[in-house]
């Protein structure tokens, strides 16, 4: 749960962006998007392999860069 105190002198604004600030650190609002339908295993599965792959293509240009 985040939580915010609000500091002596500090304006709303600078207050709410530190609030948005970790709440954006502690992965809230990707938590919430991510539960904001229902996804079906098989999509879930696609999801997971297509960034399987994509983690698995971007390892391999860092290496082909690397070895030059």
Same mark, same amino acid.
């Given at each position: /749960? ?7 002198? @500090?304006?709303?604004? %600078? ?6 600030? *970790? ?16 996804? %079906?295993? *098989? @999509? %879930?599965? %696609?999801?997971? /392999?297509?960034?399987? $792959?994509?983690?698995?293509?971007? $390892? ?7 070895? *030059?």
């Amino acid at each position: /749960m985040t939580v915010v105190r609000i500091r002596d002198n @500090e304006s709303f604004e %600078k207050a709410l962006r530190r609030f948005t600030k *970790s709440c954006e650190r502690a992965g809230i609002l990707a938590d919430v998007r991510k539960h904001q339908h229902f996804e %079906k295993p *098989s @999509e %879930k599965r %696609k999801r997971k /392999m297509a960034a399987a $792959r994509r983690k698995s293509r971007r $390892r391999l240009i860092e290496e082909s860069t690397l070895g *030059s």
